[in-house]
């Protein structure tokens, strides 16, 4: 058997650990509470689609929202990671979109529901190729942009993460293990804003990595 491939992370039935609420201006659009602690959700690896298939409205949903949002690929597994230790632990990054059925989402949060079936539906996690490490030497700063038919909507900087990216790995490793091959979706900027079928969707990090969706209604 040949060694798995780092690139093809979203092949190897990982976990995707995101975290919500991690921009004030975000929050602030949505009108949340800011938080005092990470807030964690999960979606299935079943929900990662890469370029080349489209996203799909989940059939229950009117609004679905994009979130453009750095991912975190974990390439060294461990439980209680150091903030001081926890850049090692990272094999590098993807662009991904925390693709959310916000009229769902809504109706959960005012009956204390969990989130599920607003987050972890198939291709919720549409994601770009694998972006090393070494080609994004400050991930705390730098710009995530998103455009819908051509339409800048979301343009944000990691620099405004409420919680950095060294204290999400050890704040999420004390709770759940974090093994290689795992992403880490943390949080969106302002600017979320709902697609329709047919959409085309670009999103980028700077002159790192662009990528492109097609939008198409699920039959029911
Ligand atoms: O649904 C939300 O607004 C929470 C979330 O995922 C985020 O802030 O990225
Ligand atoms: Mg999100």
Redesign the pocket.
Known sequence: MTARNISRFWEWGRKII??????AD??KE?K?ALPTEP?L?LKPPSAYVTEGSPILVPFYSSNLHH?V?LGVVIGKGGTAISQSNAMDHVAGYALCL?M?A?DI?EDCKSKGLP?TL??AFNTSCPISEFIPKERIPDPGNVTLWLKVNDQLRQNGCTAQMIFSIPFLISYISKIITLEEGDLI?T??PKG?SAVQEHDELQAGIEDVITMNFKVNRKNQ
Do not use: P, S
């Open positions: 995101c975290v919500g609420r991690n921009y975000h929050v949505l949340n807030i959700f979130e949002e925390d959310t916000r989402q989130w607003a987050k979706l949080g969106t979320v």
